[in-house]
T-cell receptor
Framework: EADIYQTPRYLVIGTGKKITLECSQT?????MYWYQQDPGMELHLIHY???????EKGDLSSESTVSRIRTEHFPLTLESARPSHTSQYLC???????????????FGPGTRLLVL | AQTVTQSQPEMSVQEAETVTLSCTYD???????LFWYKQPPSRQMILVIR??????QNATENRFSVNFQKAAKSFSLKISDSQLGDAAMYFC??????????FGTGTSLTVIP
């Protein structure tokens, strides 16, 4: 099991609330990612970071924002939650690129978000 | 652009039997990694097996093995002696030297007792 943690694991919140999903890893990985996944469906990359102070948007348009102030921490924030944000959010990390390519991604347990 | 295709949304296998999950990908690169991830219901996504494109030998991890056909851009996963705990969503993934990961749409595997 990889050392990557997400909190909360489950969150039910009302429309309009600001929420922050936490993701931390203790492996010293430079790269971190956020995916959105509806249950049993494919993953959609929404944000990624290649290191401190580096953040990029992924393929899926998202109203969320991220920050990377510390290597181990990559929180995702929704300024105003809406029912359309209801989904599962997966955080992942991977080490610095090896000799021939990117290494494995390790996933956190996920946060299931329900916006009422 | 890289794409990963899993053409089998659902598969089932009898316990103790063997099942093969298909995955094809499209890339113009020659150096990359391929992965199979397993996501049990309501549980964490974990790596099952990975293959480096420059290695001709197919990767094997216990009951899991791959059939990597680089020219055909095919990367199938074979599960031998299937167990009830193998029931999960399986995602095929591709990683290139541009530090991007691409995932397939997943195959839901049911293991029948």
């Amino acid at each position: 099991e990889a050392d990557i943690y997400q909190t909360p694991r489950y969150l039910v919140i009302g429309t309009g609330k600001k929420i922050t999903l936490e993701c931390s890893q203790t492996m010293g990985h430079d790269k971190m990612y956020w995916y959105q996944q509806d249950p049993g469906m494919e993953l959609h990359l929404i944000h990624y970071s290649y290191g401190v102070n580096s953040t990029e948007k992924g393929d899926l348009s998202s109203e969320s924002t991220v920050s990377r102030i510390r290597t181990e921490h990559f929180p995702l924030t929704l300024e105003s939650a809406r029912p359309s944000h209801t989904s599962q959010y997966l955080c992942a990390s991977s080490p610095t690129r090896g000799r021939r390519g990117q290494e494995t991604q390790y996933f956190g347990p996920g946060t299931r978000l329900l916006v009422l | 652009a890289q794409t990963v295709t899993q053409s089998q949304p659902e598969m089932s296998v009898q316990e103790a039997e063997t099942v093969t999950l298909s995955c094809t990908y499209d890339t113009s690169e020659s150096d990359y990694y391929l992965f199979w991830y397993k996501q049990p219901p309501s549980r964490q996504m974990i790596l099952v097996i990975r293959q480096e494109a420059y290695k001709q030998q197919n990767a094997t991890e216990n009951r899991f093995s791959v059939n990597f056909q680089k020219a055909a851009k095919s990367f199938s996963l074979k599960i031998s002696d299937s167990q009830l705990g193998d029931a999960a969503m399986y995602f095929c993934a591709f990683s290139n030297t541009g530090n991007q990961f691409y995932f397939g749409t997943g195959t839901s595997l049911t293991v029948i007792p």
